[in-house]
């Protein structure tokens, strides 16, 4: 799994309980992709855990019950997603859902001030990684018997407005409904089901801005309203509970009173 490491037991195809089906969780040791696992935990899918810090995905798996295989991943790196879903097919034998949802905001700069530097991290992390993940779960899906499987991409309100201060962050959201849209068309013909999740001020680390006070449209620093990350992910549990016939396209989970509808 090129550099990263795996934790978890079992052989090819033996860690998966009878039954039982197999996600994978990009960004699994904190906020949303944390709640996430748990949601889907406790409605007994298999999990797989990915992200860069060993230690935050060893503490999402203990709190899945301990069973979850944990693969420390750096998405942006193509050797380590090949690792991650090699592990993935020596250890469940096939993959029924992705989660792709690692990403990061990067710094919230005026557009001329953003270095280069900070405009490859987050095109690499939320674009280039997204599509490594999908593209790794795509062939899997489209190989293995029964064939298919249901990847759901984690957009952002960003992918439809931006914030001030955010050009790389909604460019990359803003591609992620491409990805989306290209996957649910070239997985219609192998049953590979693709839809988005487009969350707007989930309280996790990422949002530990909106709540202490953000800068608005109108020039101000005003505080947001946020909402549980576990509302995201009882949405995403429905979505992935779904048969491959049907497809929740996208969906918007928002805090109800922010400033997105209604421009302000
Ligand atoms: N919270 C919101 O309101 C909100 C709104 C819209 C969209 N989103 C989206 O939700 C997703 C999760 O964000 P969050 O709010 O839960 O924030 P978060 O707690 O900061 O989660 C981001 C996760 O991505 C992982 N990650 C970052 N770079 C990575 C890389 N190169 N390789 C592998 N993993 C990487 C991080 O883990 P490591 O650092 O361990 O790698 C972390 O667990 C993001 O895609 C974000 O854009 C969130």
Redesign the pocket.
């Known amino acids: 799994m090129g550099s990263g490491d795996l934790t978890g037991s079992g052989g090819p195809g033996r860690g998966r309980p009878v039954g039982s089906k197999v996600a994978l969780v990009?960004?699994?040791?904190?906020?949303?992709?944390r709640a996430v696992a748990l949601e889907l935990a406790e409605a007994g899918w298999s999990l797989v855990l990915?992200?860069?810090?060993a230690d935050?995905l060893a503490g999402t798996a203990r709190l899945a019950g301990g069973s979850a295989l944990t693969v420390r991943?750096?998405?942006?790196r193509p050797e380590e997603v090949d690792g991650l879903f090699a592990a993935v097919r020596d250890h469940f034998g096939r993959l029924d859902l992705l989660f792709n949802?690692?990403?990061?905001?990067g710094p919230a700069v005026p557009v001329e001030e953003l270095a280069y530097e900070d405009w490859r991290t987050v095109v690499d992390?939320?674009l280039t990684?997204a599509f490594l993940c999908a593209q790794a779960a795509f062939r899997l899906m489209r190989a293995q018997r029964p064939q298919g499987g249901r990847i759901i991409n984690?957009?952002?309100?960003?992918a439809h407005v931006p914030r001030p201060h955010s050009i790389a962050y909604t460019a990359t959201?803003h591609a992620m409904t491409g990805l989306t849209k290209s996957l649910s068309l070239d997985g219609r013909r192998y049953s590979i089901a693709c839809g988005q999740i487009?969350?707007?001020?989930?309280a996790?680390?990422?949002?530990e801005r909106m709540s202490a006070g953000i800068l608005q449209a109108d020039g101000q620093v005003r505080a947001e309203p946020v909402m549980d990350?576990a509302d995201v992910a009882r949405t995403v549990r429905h979505m992935a509970s779904l048969p491959l016939e049907a497809n929740v396209q996208f969906a918007t989970v928002m805090a109800t009173a922010m400033p997105y509808i209604g421009r302000g």
């Not at 949802?101 to 905001?105: D, E, K, Q």
Request: charged share 15%.
């Open positions: 990009t960004g699994a040791g904190s906020g949303i992709g990915a992200g860069r810090r935050a991943t750096d998405v942006t949802n690692a990403g990061t905001f992390t939320n990684g984690n957009g952002s309100v960003s959201k487009d969350v707007g001020n989930a996790t680390e990422m949002t990350a």
